[in-house]
């Protein structure tokens, strides 16, 4: 819950810098959640096609897209890759692909790593004093 508020509440247009998977895919999970609860209270009170979920899904489209984007950052893609979305079923399949790889190792053109903060660019790689 805490990754959905932080990102609605703190990164509701940021579309700039990294995001891990379990931020993305915690907000996508809360968002399916609160969106069939919507769905489900709208049924009832009868306002099914403009209700509440509707208003709901307005108000997370852009951060939906800012965490997409940088979820994509985290592993070195730039967010124009969500167009994929677009692409029935062709395009989702490597989109998913990308969301669910593990992030960069160190630094990439969109920022530093908070899982993998420090790049393995030691000189001292070679064992038993062997030479490069």
Not at 58 to 64: D, H, K, L
Not at 90 to 98: E, M, Q, R, S
Not at 116 to 125: I, L
Request: charged share 20%; hydrophobic share 50%; aromatic share 18%.
């Amino acid at each position: 819950m805490e990754y959905f508020i932080s990102v609605v509440k703190d990164n509701y247009t940021n579309f700039e810098g990294r995001a891990r998977r379990k931020e993305y895919w915690m907000f996508i999970l809360f968002a399916f959640i609160f969106s069939t609860a919507f769905g489900i209270i709208d049924g009832i009170i009868g306002l099914a096609p403009v209700g509440v979920s509707a208003l709901f899904q307005i108000a997370i489209f852009v951060p939906s897209i800012a965490v997409g984007a940088r979820r994509l950052h985290d592993v070195g893609k730039s967010g124009w890759w969500q167009l994929l979305y677009f692409v029935l079923i062709i395009g989702w399949i490597p989109l998913i692909i990308f969301l669910c790889q593990d992030s960069d190792i160190g630094d990439n053109e969109f920022g530093s790593s908070e899982k993998y903060p420090y790049a393995n660019d030691d000189d001292d790689d070679f064992i038993l004093g062997e030479e490069e």
